[in-house]
Structure formats: C-alpha cells, structure tokens
C-alpha cells in the first residue's frame, strides 16, 4: 500500500526566506504525486502535481516541487516566503495507472508553515 | 461558478446520533469524493462516487455510507457517532473519476 511521510510537522520561517517541504512516499510504481495547500478554516487547493515528464514541476504562487525518483522524494521549495503562505501543506500520493486507482489520495500528515514577519 | 459546497458547515452532535453531511459538486462534475481530516492529521480517503455508483472505499466501518444523487451531490451517513468521528469532513468533485479533484471547505463534526 502507498503510503506518504512529511517528516517536519512545523517549519518556521522568515518573510523573504526561502521555503523547502520534504516528502517522501512509498509506492511500487511510478506514482502520481501532488501538493496541497490548505488555510485555516478552508478546504484544500492543488498547488502542483507531477504526472510523469520532466521531474522539476512548477505550480501556483510561485511554488515548485522535485521528483526524485532515487530518493521517492518529492519535495516543495519556494524561493521567496510571503506573509500569505503560511498555511498548512499536505504531500499526496495518487498510486497506480490513473483509471484503476480513480483518483483516490494518499495524504502525508502535513507540515504547518509560519512566516515570522 | 460556484465551487464545491459543503452543508452544513459546522455541526456538534452527541454519542450514538445520527448525521448526514451533504455536498454540491461543481457544475458537470459528475464524481464525488469524501475524506475525513482529523485534527493534526491529513485528510483519509473515505469513499468515491462516480455516476451513483460507488467506485472506492477506504478503511472505514460500516457506520459509515454514502449515496450520490441524479443530480450528482452526495449525502454522507455516520451512524452511532463516536467520540473519535469528531473531524472536518471534506468532499471533493471531478469531472469523472480520475480527474483533478476540487475541493469544498468541509463540514467540521464535533460529536460531544
């Protein structure tokens, strides 16, 4: 069974500092992999996801994520914190071809980022 | 557009109730999704409609069942609440069943 780790429950960080999330999943095959945002009180947003192709992924408010297969990493960076960003962000994993796993996700626990102005 | 919308927003029930959650999906998604998000925890996949057909279900007692309408939203039951089913419960819809999902705000249940 698929299974995602986010190792760091909270990240402190500096407005204008940079940001990495770590990931790391545990899946057979090529897995499909994604991060999610998700701010108090609200539901979850996609910020990106890698499918296959090119293993550095770029997503919504300038953040990107590295597949790296040796690793089964699949960690999120984004190069400049805004004060918005703080949040909590979850690591998913989607296993399988896509039509035999629906589009089922395997959450990580989440890391809660706070941005110290 | 109106996204995926969620009912009721938030709800405190006792041990042993009943409840039914209810979400919209977006206009022409035609798969609905349910995960249950505990505090400090990810969200765990709960079950997937497509076509009022149910097409996964995660680990999860016999409490819990959903059911999707023509219309496409979806109910979701609990049965004999327990202290532990105290979460924020979200729904997701697609487009079909291996499409991107969006997500609603949730219902967050507070059984006391």
């Known amino acids: 069974a698929q299974s995602v780790t986010q190792p760091d429950i909270h990240i402190t960080v500096s407005e204008g500092a940079s940001l990495e999330l770590r990931c790391n999943y545990s899946?057979?095959?090529?897995?499909?992999l994604f991060w999610y945002v998700q701010s108090p009180g609200q539901g979850l947003q996609l910020l990106l996801k890698?499918?296959?192709?090119?293993?550095l992924v770029q997503g919504i408010k300038g953040f990107e994520a590295e597949f790296k297969r040796s690793q089964s990493s699949f960690n999120l960076r984004k190069p400049s914190v805004h004060w918005s960003d703080a949040a909590e962000y979850f690591c998913a994993v989607q296993g399988g071809t896509i039509k035999a796993a629906g589009n089922k996700l395997t959450f990580g626990g989440g890391t809660r980022v706070l941005v110290k102005p | 557009d109106a996204g995926v919308t969620q009912s009721p927003t938030h709800l405190i029930k006792t041990r042993g109730q009943h409840v039914t959650l209810r979400c919209s999906p977006i206009s022409g998604h035609k798969s609905v999704s349910w995960y249950q998000q505990v505090l400090g925890q990810g969200p765990q996949f709960i079950f997937q409609?497509?076509?009022?057909?149910?097409?996964g279900r995660g680990n999860f007692p016999d409490r819990f069942s959903a059911r999707q309408f023509p219309n496409y939203s979806s109910e979701l039951n609990v049965n004999a609440l327990l202290l532990g089913d105290s979460a924020l419960y979200l729904c997701a819809s697609s487009l079909d069943q291996n499409e991107k999902l969006f997500f609603g705000s949730g219902t967050q249940l507070s059984v006391l």
């Open positions: 409609y497509y076509e009022k057909e149910e097409r």
């Open positions: 899946y057979g095959a090529t897995p499909y």
């Open positions: 890698y499918f296959s192709g090119d293993t």
